[in-house]
């Protein structure tokens, strides 16, 4: 009997230390987290919950339309139409081999009416990019991942998919969008081996609400579900 109770004691203690482990990594990535951000002095951080950015979510709009049947390809091109009936082009390479270092494929997937910006996906050997469009001049502009606007058009954010290959940053880059010149501008990308991105959303036109995990998360190393682990942790930032 009293074999039995050490045992169950052991156990109970060995839960403990590995929840108040998983506690002080949290706290750890979260101060780490607060350093990232606040030492660029272009946002004004707080802590957040779940229950903020599920709610932020809902109540969201994306301004994007997803009209990829307009605008099919043709004998590998992919056609878009810009101001004075002119049109740009981008052609995929005939080989479908994604180890060939010539090897390119576009995708279009839709437009932000709003701006009047095309977006599409561009698959190069190792690695994607993003480009969007000037629905008028036809100007491109590269960014890692697919956007996400603020209210009011006047910033944008994207994580870095290809985080951590090679000497790729992992986080997210955030935009400051010149509505009058029809420019973006990178005002600032996390570039840090800590946690990794997981989703933001938009709260306000400068407000945002970022859910990361710590690498070492045992949600994370194992890969189990990692995105809807408790070890999230959110942060509103207020871009100054």
């Known amino acids: 009997m009293k074999k039995i109770f050490y045992l169950i004691f052991v156990l109970w203690i060995t839960s403990c230390t590995n929840s108040n482990k998983n506690e002080q990594q949290q706290a ?57 009936n002119k049109t740009v082009i981008y052609i995929d390479t005939l080989s479908p081999e994604s180890e060939s270092t010539d090897y390119r494929i576009y995708n279009y997937l839709g437009h932000f009416p709003e701006i009047g910006y095309y977006i599409i996906l561009a698959g190069f050997y190792e690695y994607a990019s993003y480009y969007l469009i000037d629905v008028n001049t036809g100007k491109e502009t590269e960014i890692l991942g697919f956007p996400k606007f603020s209210t009011q058009q006047s910033y944008l954010i994207n994580i870095n ?25 990178k005002i600032f990308e996390f570039d840090q081996f800590e946690w990794y991105p997981i989703d933001f959303i938009w709260e ?19 890969g189990i579900d990692y995105k809807n682990s408790k070890d999230c942790v959110y942060k509103r930032l207020k871009i100054k």
């Open 28 to 84: 750890n990535l979260s101060d780490s987290l607060m350093v990232d951000i606040k030492s660029n002095n272009i946002f004004d951080v707080e802590d957040a919950t779940e229950t903020d950015f599920l709610n932020d979510e809902k109540k969201y709009n994306p301004n994007f339309i997803s009209d990829t049947l307009n605008y099919k390809k043709q004998s590998n091109k992919l056609i878009l139409p810009i101001s004075n």
């Open 161 to 185: 998919e290809m985080g951590g290959m090679g000497d790729e940053l992992i986080g997210y880059q955030i935009w400051k969008f010149n509505k009058k010149e029809k420019s973006f501008i």
């Open 204 to 222: 306000n036109d400068n407000t945002a609400i970022i859910k990361v995990i710590s690498f070492k998360s045992k949600d994370y190393k194992d």
